[in-house]
């Protein structure tokens, strides 16, 4: 036990330094890179902002499967704050009914009402822990889980901390732990809400029929009023950074509704406040059994299955299939695919269908590598920081986007201002500061802002030979944060937060694990070496007993113990007040030479 004890300790204290020197070199690399794609990702979701909502790309997450795990307490909760701020454009949430609290909640089980309780204690932050999962004594709210999603995305400065609306889609359920035979009538979701930052289906109706601007995006279908001139559409949304302007950009749609007593629940009560799960697709048309492992054709994802065009694109064959019988027409409009627990989403799979367009929604697990595989846009290790790299370059050998230098000179990418997908290469050789003014007529300076309209640049580059590199219209403003535009300022606070921290423990964590069975094993290899040491000089002193010589006298008051060791003799005497009897021990033992 002594010599393994010893051998565990020095091989812990190995494990713990070489812990620290690949985790200093791994923290490195692995923080350079999760930067790297935490930016662009952020890149891709703000300039989405100047296309309708609708046709926004970017991944969605299921928050109770994918993220809390069983833990609905505030702090929990937190961490949906980093992926909404930097990430992630759709929230899907379980929300469940108390019937006793008379309230929707995000704890799925109904806790028991303390006595003299009448109403929630929505400052009480006790966690509680209930049939296997862990809330707040006092249950979260929909309503506060609104106030937080508020109060991520703004400071209380009120200045921007994110540039996307937020869609929020509500799944609705019972709260487990009730008595079956209560009487179950449901309150409106949206009973008491700050409606003021909601996007609502009166606006969405107002926008379409008296809102469409003089200049439309292609991306819906616009009619003109002969009479009036005015334009409507019968299915366009407005753009994001419209929303934004307007402070509206939170928007609640249903997803699948499984109460108990469902003919009790009125949805025409929340009809002003939360879109339609057919309107906003709540509960998504695909999800990942229905397709292959890969999607070559983006108009026909899986067997069955017809996309359909929402505006210029219903003339794109490349992505709107004519429906045969028996196909299945799914829309473009807020095109997510949800995966399942029998078949999750794996990397090379997102990077299949982002490809052409679909959104994943993330609904059993979220990852660093599932992030990764969402980026469209920028080459791997991009965009790069410093050394004036501020301006950005579309690569034919690769499809992909590259930072340069902005003194540098380039040709320009230049996209038709009627169909996203058509471009032309302007051919000037120019700085970029220059650029903005030398496309022709009909086209502008511009970056892609969807894998489509990507795909689109990368078809055009590859009938030229004599070109590798464009300009695209992006540059850095600050630190992390690009913008369509020579100088544009940042519309947000940058928040760069690495998500392999969010997504995943750190190493830091493990070495934390490390250190602590460190000085757990050391502690308990010091009991054991000191309990051997004990036991070793319990053996050497039962050993020199059972050399002793014992000799019995009569007794006296009196007795002298003669010890001889060796050549030395020593006398002592003792008082035996009570003995009958008293011992005279004589030692023999064997002098130390």
């Known amino acids: 036990m002594y010599h393994f004890c010893r051998l565990a300790l020095w091989t812990l204290l190995f494990l713990v330094l070489a812990t620290c020197t690949v985790g200093q070199l791994e923290d490195i690399d692995s923080t350079a890179n999760t930067q790297q794609i935490g930016v662009a990702i952020r890149t891709q979701r703000d300039l989405a902002q100047h296309l309708p909502i609708n046709r ?138 700050p409606s003021s930052i909601f996007f609502t289906p009166d606006m969405l109706a107002t926008f379409r029929s008296v809102g469409v601007p003089a200049l439309p995006s292609p991306y819906y279908i616009v009619d003109r009023d002969d009479a009036t001139g005015a334009l409507t559409t019968p299915n366009g949304w407005p753009k994001g950074q419209s929303l934004i302007s307007a402070r509206t950009h939170l928007l609640a749609g249903f997803g699948s509704v499984n109460l108990k007593n469902a003919s009790g629940f009125d949805r025409d009560r929340d009809t002003h406040y939360i879109f339609d799960e057919t309107e906003i697709n709540g509960v998504p048309d695909i999800d990942v059994t229905m397709l292959p492992d890969r999607v070559s054709v983006c108009a026909r994802p899986g067997p069955g299955i017809a996309m359909a065009g929402t505006g210029i694109d219903r003339s794109q064959t490349k992505y709107t299939a004519v429906p045969t019988g ?34 994943p929604l993330f609904a059993t697990d979220i990852s660093v590598e599932l992030m990764t595989a969402t980026v469209w846009s920028w080459d791997t290790g991009q965009p790069q920081s410093g ?95 690009w913008v369509i535009g020579w100088q544009t300022p940042c519309p947000y606070q940058v928040t760069d937060i690495n998500y392999r921290a969010i997504l995943g423990a750190t190493l830091k964590q493990g070495l934390v694990i490390v250190v602590i069975f460190a000085v757990f094993g050391f ?63 004589t030692y023999h033992l064997a002098a130390s030479k």
């Not at 027409?329 to 269908?353: K, R």
């Not at 036991?535 to 007794?555: F, G, P, W």
Request: some cysteine; hydrophobic content about 35%; overall charge neutral.
């Open 56 to 193: 926004v790309p970017g991944p969605g997450i299921s928050l109770d499967s994918a993220l809390l795990n069983g833990n609905y307490s505030s702090v929990a909760l937190r961490l949906a704050e980093f992926l909404v701020v930097n990430y992630v454009s759709r929230l899907v949430l379980d929300i469940y009914w108390d019937n006793a609290r008379r309230m929707w909640q995000l704890c799925p089980v109904a806790l028991p009402l303390a006595s003299g309780e009448d109403a929630p204690d929505t400052e009480q932050e006790t966690e509680i822990v209930a049939d296997g999962v862990v809330c707040s004594k006092t249950p979260i709210t929909v309503r506060d889980f609104v106030d937080a999603v508020k109060a991520w995305m703004s400071t209380e400065e009120d200045s921007q901390k994110t540039f996307t609306p937020v869609t929020i889609i509500l799944n609705l359920r019972d709260a487990g732990g009730q008595p079956p035979d209560d009487p179950i009538v449901y309150e409106p979701v949206s009973q008491d809400w």
């Open 326 to 359: 028996g196909d299945r027409v799914v829309s473009w409009s807020w095109p997510f695919i949800v995966d399942s627990a029998v078949e999750p989403q794996n990397p090379a799979f997102v990077s299949e269908i982002v490809r052409c367009g679909f959104q």
């Open 387 to 481: 050394r004036n790299l501020d301006c950005a370059v579309f690569r034919r050998s690769s499809g992909r986007w590259y930072t340069d230098r902005c003194s540098n000179k380039h040709l320009i990418a230049c996209q038709s201002e009627t169909n996203p997908f058509e471009w032309q290469i302007a051919d000037a050789w120019i700085e970029f500061r220059y650029a903005s003014n030398l496309c022709p007529e009909g086209f502008t300076f511009g970056v892609p802002r969807t894998p489509q309209e990507n795909a689109g640049l990368l078809s055009t580059m590859r009938k030229r030979n004599d070109v590798e590199e464009v300009w695209i219209n992006l540059n850095q403003v600050s630190f992390s944060c």
């Open 523 to 585: 502690f308990k290899c010091r009991r054991q070496l000191r309990v051997s040491r004990q036991n070793r000089r319990k053996a050497e002193v039962r050993r020199k007993i059972r050399q002793r010589d014992y000799v019995t006298a009569k007794s006296f008051n009196s007795f002298a113990v003669e010890v001889t060791l060796g050549n030395r003799h020593d006398r002592r005497d003792y008082s035996a007040a009570s003995s009958s009897t008293a011992t005279k021990q």
